[in-house]
């Protein structure tokens, strides 16, 4: 999730805190995220093309995202 495009922070602000792999709860309101509209603009949604979703487990979960 944080590194998943390069231009994240340029997109997101956030006061989240991770500490041993967990968030931590902050005293922003909702999910204490804020989004730069005019970034995300520059930025459309393409579709994914997800080669690997027929490499699932017996359950159906995803293997090799």
Same mark, same amino acid.
């Given at each position: 999730m944080?590194t998943?495009?390069?231009?994240?922070?340029?997109?997101v @602000? &956030?006061?989240? %805190?991770? *500490?041993?792999?967990?968030?931590l709860?902050?005293? $922003?309101p909702?999910?204490? #995220?804020?989004v730069?509209?005019?970034?995300?603009? @520059? &930025?459309p949604? %393409?579709? *994914?093309?997800i080669?690997?979703a027929?490499?699932? $487990?017996?359950?159906?979960? #995803?293997?090799?995202w």
């Open positions: 944080l998943d495009v390069p231009w994240r922070w340029e997109v @602000r &956030h006061s989240l %805190r991770s *500490e041993g792999g967990y968030w709860p902050n005293d $922003a909702g999910l204490g #995220i804020e730069n509209e005019a970034a995300a603009a @520059r &930025h949604f %393409r579709q *994914e093309i080669h690997a027929t490499v699932r $487990a017996h359950d159906g979960a #995803i293997l090799d």
